[in-house]
């Protein structure tokens, strides 16, 4: 139906938002202005203490903080009430005094026409039912009760029996007086490519009425009793009154069980959808024979926000839910997804209701996964990455899925989620700890560092401690200096760090750094407490050198990353030619071994001069401070000058 111009505006204009949302909510007067028509509230949408809930009641909007939920009116009674847009528009016009504008000729004559159509959907409904209780449906109520389905179910969902004949429904509906034309029209007939009479569209079939949102018979779904038949299911074709892409099998008592609060369950077939409500789980929906469609997953979201799809434990589910997953990448929204429970292998929701009862069905619903695994495993299932060129690959593809979502917000949550997948995958490879994970997240956060870093490395001799050292002054002058992360990112990432406190800053560096650099303090502190930073930088080390002194200076912090990570590349490299050596020289000794180890020194010397170099240009007070050397020996100088004159008097 269409509304003439204006309808709408003067609905809006006789209506308060402010009225029409204190049906649904408790108004924090503290915070609302009632003369101004500026109102607060907790969210009906999502559960919160706080009044994150504003509306605007002359501008006739409202806008949650929290969820985003943002509409008016005509929003507000459709997401609440679960109803469509025009049966928004006629709860509002009654609740306003107005009169739904009558329909035009046209409308009204197509209206009628699909009054009709329904009517002898319904007769065929009736028709199907007694000849199931008939002598001739035996076999069909033989295999419904082997499916588990007792009286009252075949009562409840009006399951019948198609007849195994070419003309039972059409000489049955014309003896009713029934028209050619509604009975082609209806879908329940086709017309004869032999000139004969046209024939039943269904025959030797289970019968399921499928109904729209309404309880209006649109269509039917037939199973085929004869295994040798080419269509297990057929759907009635597309007619006046059934887009098969537009609906969806028990849409109207589904999305009363989810208003009621019952999870909304996507399943794949007429009995899935059946065994699941008559165990108690009613908000159960199916796409009716094909793929999920862009409209339907529209549908689903008007009735839930996150419904579950619930598909077959096979390669065909899963493939089903992967068509899923690209469909509504771009639809997404704030608080709109999709989450999927995988049914064990070779069972669907049927066959484990009825096998193993609810508590099974619920125990794999408990488990259900959100959208960005499915999309993971699909790219990582089954394949190996162990070069360069496999995981740019896998990155490419990733990229390429994360692109399609058009919500910056939500885009920037899945590559962030994406990223700690792929830490999980490649991280533990290097021979390192499980990476970190967020308190209160999944899995345990690590404990938080202890002083005994400070004491580990300063306790430690030889090169290992140098390295040690080293790897602090580097991470130190990171998180100091967050920027330089970038740049150096896979340096950081081939550090040892056998200490596991700088292990833990050294992950957490290279996964908040890069994408949010001004958080990386707070977001340590949150996550190791702030003794961890405290540590660090009290370390005698840390604290001499320049880039502490000046947070935020990039070239300072870069010259300083550069030669330490120079450093430990030479005092590594000389200890493996060494090791290397060792076992060459057991073998066959000659002259390209003696360069070799030469080689190394060498860059062990450059590496131990540049540390030289460094105690010439400063000292350390015995405060800490640090000075420059020259000036030091300056002031000694004239400390000593002094003492001598003190001396010959």
């Not at 790897?471 to 992360?485: D, Y």
């Amino acid at each position: 139906m269409s509304l003439p111009p204006g309808f709408l505006d003067e609905l809006r204009s006789r209506l308060s938002l402010t009225q029409v949302v204190g049906r649904k909510v408790m108004w924090d007067m503290r915070k609302s202005n009632q003369g101004k028509g500026d109102m607060w509230a907790p969210c009906p949408f999502h559960h919160e203490k706080s009044a994150s809930f504003h509306v605007d009641d002359r501008k006739g909007f409202y806008y949650c903080f929290g969820c985003q939920a943002k509409g008016d009116a005509l929003t507000f009674v459709q997401q609440t009430e679960n109803v469509g847009f025009m049966e928004a528009v006629e709860i509002l016009a009654r609740e306003a005094g107005m009169t739904m504008p009558a329909r035009d000729p046209r409308a009204q004559e197509k209206q009628d026409h699909r009054s009709q159509l329904a009517e002898v959907m319904e007769q065929a409904v009736r028709f199907f039912r007694l000849n199931l209780s008939a002598g001739g449906g035996g076999a069909a109520r033989d295999y419904l009760a082997r499916r588990g389905l007792s009286a009252q179910a075949l009562e409840r969902w009006e399951i019948g029996f198609a007849p195994d004949g070419w003309q039972g429904l059409w000489d049955h509906l014309r003896g009713k007086g029934v028209g050619e034309e509604l009975i082609t029209g209806a879908g329940l007939a086709k017309p004869s490519t032999k000139g004969g009479k046209p024939y039943d569209t269904f025959r030797n079939r289970i019968m399921f009425p499928i109904r729209d949102a309404r309880g209006r018979c649109i269509a039917f779904g037939g199973r085929a009793m004869d295994p040798k038949d080419n269509a297990k299911y057929l759907n009635s074709p597309e007619t006046l009154l059934f887009d098969k892409g537009r609906s969806l099998f028990n849409h109207g008592p589904a999305r009363t069980a989810a208003g009621q609060g019952q999870p909304l369950i996507v399943a794949e077939g007429y009995m899935d959808v059946i065994a699941l409500a008559e165990a108690g789980f009613g908000a159960a929906v199916a796409p009716l024979g094909t793929a999920v469609t862009e409209h339907q997953l529209q549908m689903i979201w008007r009735i839930a926000d996150e419904p579950i799809v619930a598909l077959d434990g096979d390669t065909a589910g899963l493939r089903a839910a992967l068509r899923v997953v690209d469909l509504a990448l771009p639809l997404l929204e704030a608080g709109k997804s999709v989450r999927f429970a995988i049914m064990p292998e070779g069972k669907d929701p049927d066959d484990l209701i009825r096998a193993e009862g609810p508590a099974a069905m619920q125990s794999v619903l408990d488990q259900a996964r959100p959208m960005v695994q499915l999309l993971w495993q699909r790219e990582t299932e089954g394949r190996v990455f162990d070069s360069p060129e496999r995981k740019a690959a896998l990155d490419k593809a990733l990229r390429e899925k994360i692109k399609l979502i058009r919500d910056p917000s939500i885009r920037a949550h899945y590559g962030q989620e994406i990223k700690d997948l792929r830490w999980q995958l490649f991280r533990p490879q290097r021979g390192t700890k499980q990476p970190w994970q967020p308190r209160g997240g999944r899995g345990a956060a690590p404990a938080a560092a202890t002083a005994g870093t400070r004491a580990s490395l300063l306790a430690s001799s030889g090169e290992a401690a140098q390295i040690r050292l080293r790897e602090a002054v580097i991470l130190a002058a990171a998180i100091a200096t967050p920027a330089v992360i970038v740049r150096f990112e896979h340096a950081l990432e081939r550090l040892d760090c056998h200490d596991p406190d700088l292990a833990m800053l050294r992950d957490l560096a290279l996964r908040i750094g890069i994408d949010d650099p001004e958080g990386l303090r707070e977001r340590i502190d949150q996550t190791l407490g702030p003794e961890a930073l405290e540590n660090l930088y009290a370390l005698r080390h840390v604290q001499v050198i320049p880039c502490m002194r000046r947070p935020g200076d990039v070239d300072l912090a870069e010259m300083t990353l550069a030669e330490e990570l120079a450093k430990i590349q030479a005092l590594r490299g000389y200890d493996a030619e060494i090791e290397e050596a060792r076992e060459d020289i057991a073998e066959d000794a000659d002259e390209s071994l003696t360069w070799r180890v030469a080689q190394a020194a060498e860059e062990k010397q450059r590496a131990a001069r540049s540390q030289n170099e460094d105690k010439a240009l400063f000292d350390v007070a015995d405060n800490g401070a640090r000075i420059k050397r020259d000036e030091r020996e300056a002031f000694d100088a004239i400390m000593a000058g002094i003492d001598f004159r003190r001396k010959r008097r």
